[in-house]
Every structure is written in C-alpha cells, then in structure tokens.
C-alpha cells in the first residue's frame, strides 16, 4: 500500500514538472515585439546654444537670373502677345513691331546684291581684258578689290538681317530665356526709338529668388555667411522656409542704418513672388554649451517633457528631461541626458506610449 501511494506522488509531481516545462517554452517560444524597429536614434552632443535674431525682409528676383529685354531697332509696335506675369519660353514672340529701320536694311540688302553684281561682272571683263593684254594688271587687281568690297557689304547686311530675325519691316521681340514676365512696359501703339534706353519687357526665373533683410547695427556682430535662416511669408504663415546667409552687403543704408543680407530659396512650385514680405530668423552659436539633442525627440505629456533614450544594452526607456530652450531643430537641455546618450528622434511617441501603458 505504502509503495502504491508513492508510486502515484511520483507519478503526480512527474506531470506537474514536464507541464511547467511546457509553459515555459511556451512562454520562450512567444516572439517579442522590437520597439526600436522604426525608429530613429540621434545621439545627445554637447553643442553651443544657439540663439536667433528676428529680422524683416521681402522676396525679390534673383538678379543672376532675370534678363532685360530691349528692341534692336526702332519702330511702332502693332501687337502684344505676353502680359505681366506670363510664363515664357525661350524663343516666344513677345510683341511685333513695324520698323522703318528694316525697310531700310532691306533696301540695302537689295543695293548690296546689285553692287555684288556689277562688280562681279566688272572684274571678268577685267580678267578678259588683262588676258588680251589690252589691259594692265593693276587694273585687273582694283576690279577684284572692288568685288570684294561688295561681297563684304552684302555680307554686313546680311548678318544684320540675320541678328534682327527678319528680312522685311517686321520684328519680332522674342524671349531670349524662358521664365516670368515680371516687367512690361509694351504696348500697341507705343513708338520707339533705337536708342530708346527702357526696356520692353523684364523676364525672371523664379524656380530660384532671393530674400533680402535689413540687419540693425546692434546685430552686426552675429550675422556672417553661412548663418542658418528660417523664413515665413503673411501668405504661407504655416509653412517655413529654410535656407543660409549667402551674402552680406557691406554697406549700410544711409537713412534706415541696416545692413542687408541675402538668402537664396529654391522656388520649384513658384510659391514665393517677388515683394512679399518675409520674416526672417536668423540663428547663431552663442557662448554657453548644453547637452543638445533633435527637437523632435522631446515628447510632452503631463505638463512635463520626456525623451526615449536607448541603454547600452540596446532597450528603450522613457526619461524625463528639462528643456533650457529649443532654437529651430534642435532642443536644448538642463537636466535628464548626458552627451553621448542616445534618444528616439522619430516615431518615439509610439514607443512612449507602449511603454507607458
């Protein structure tokens, strides 16, 4: 009987240990979800605070990239085929003029042609003549130097010709680049002389264009190229534009006392236009040196604001963290990180939440 029932414990206490067993690799077998996937990490560095300065501007043309356009000759312009604000492209006629000069240049074209031909005729009677010996060589040598003459004339005037684009009284102002007319003084009707100083029409590129603002002479000492920039417009007050310091103009304006500096914006979607009005935020490195880290690493929850640094041992943790202030992208800290710690810089909101609940 005594052995019976301890031949059953064994039995029982057998079973017990192969089902722990059991949830054990159970519980090892089950996949574990790596929150650090999809993640970003950045690592904290011991960075100069940087500081801004808050500057007014405009957008204006990009000057390396806008084209005058002027007529060649004189005459009365009968149409206008482009308006203010127009996209061109190279080579489109942008107004046709009726020009007395190249009635003239044709008259001259067809004089030119007809001295070619008499001289031409001229210099073989020459060469028959000097042949027959009823004539000298030296005349034989005026007869080609005046044919020549007149090729050379009639090749003036047909390069002329060539350069104005028409054979006739009728140019054509064409767009020598492709872009926005952003200047137009034409219209029908209007006479011009061809040494008429205005021009007709002012074509800009605005795939690129340039912000300029006005530094006061207490903030000269912060601004020099390279400083980075942040713009925003009264058009797009949601949208920010970021560029450098390209330029700085070294003299200042004698009535307004500034300095102006110049950024250079791509424009791909020709958002901006030329006189807009700008806010400009000029950034550069101070003094005094913090733990710096992404500023979208910093989560705030709970009236507090925390990170999700990563451990040596490759885990993620929440931390709290003290922020001394934030200058554009990047964050600045008092207290919560040391330099060279590692922190979730993108998609650590999903992690703080998983590992807050």
């Known amino acids: ?186 219209s029908p009707g209007m006479e011009l002389r061809s040494d008429d100083p205005e021009n007709l029409f002012t074509i800009s590129n605005l795939d690129q264009v340039w912000v300029i603002a006005n530094v006061y002479e207490s903030d000269l000492s912060h601004i020099q190229v390279g400083n980075q920039a942040t713009i925003t417009t009264l058009s797009y007050p949601d949208r920010v534009f970021r560029g450098k310091i390209d330029k700085v103009f070294n003299m200042l304006d004698p009535d307004s006392k500034t300095l102006r500096v110049r950024v250079t914006l791509p424009n791909p979607d020709f958002t901006l236009k030329p006189e807009m009005f700008a806010n400009v935020s000029v950034q550069y490195a101070g003094h005094e040196q913090r733990v710096a880290i992404p500023a979208n690493a910093v989560l705030f929850d709970k009236s507090r604001n925390f990170v999700v640094a990563v451990t040596q041992q490759g885990q993620p943790v929440v931390r709290e963290v003290n922020v001394f202030k934030t200058i554009g992208d990047r964050t600045y800290l008092t207290s919560g990180l040391q330099a060279g710690e590692r922190v979730v810089s993108q998609n650590g909101l999903l992690i703080y939440n998983a590992l807050s609940n």
């Open 1 to 186: 009987m005594v052995w019976a029932t301890l031949a059953l414990l064994t039995g029982v206490l057998a079973g017990c240990q192969s089902t722990a067993r059991s949830d054990q690799s159970a519980q090892t077998d089950k996949p574990t979800v790596n929150l650090l996937a999809n993640a970003r990490i950045d690592t904290a560095r011991l960075a100069p605070v940087a500081d801004e300065i808050a500057l007014t501007g405009k957008i204006t043309f990009n000057q390396d990239r806008i084209v005058k356009v002027f007529p060649l000759v004189g005459g009365h312009i009968e149409t206008v085929r482009a308006d203010l604000g127009d996209y061109v492209r190279k080579g489109q006629v942008l107004a046709m003029l009726r020009s007395g000069d190249l009635a003239d240049l044709s008259q001259q074209a067809v004089a030119a042609r007809g001295q070619v031909a008499v001289a031409q005729k001229n210099l073989q009677v020459a060469e028959d003549m000097t042949k027959a010996g009823l004539s000298s060589q030296r005349d034989l040598v005026a007869a080609r130097e005046q044919f020549l003459a007149a090729k050379g004339e009639l090749a003036r005037v047909g390069e002329r010709q060539r350069i104005m684009g028409s054979a006739g009284s009728a140019y054509a102002v064409k767009a020598p680049m492709s872009g926005f007319v952003v200047e137009k003084s034409a």
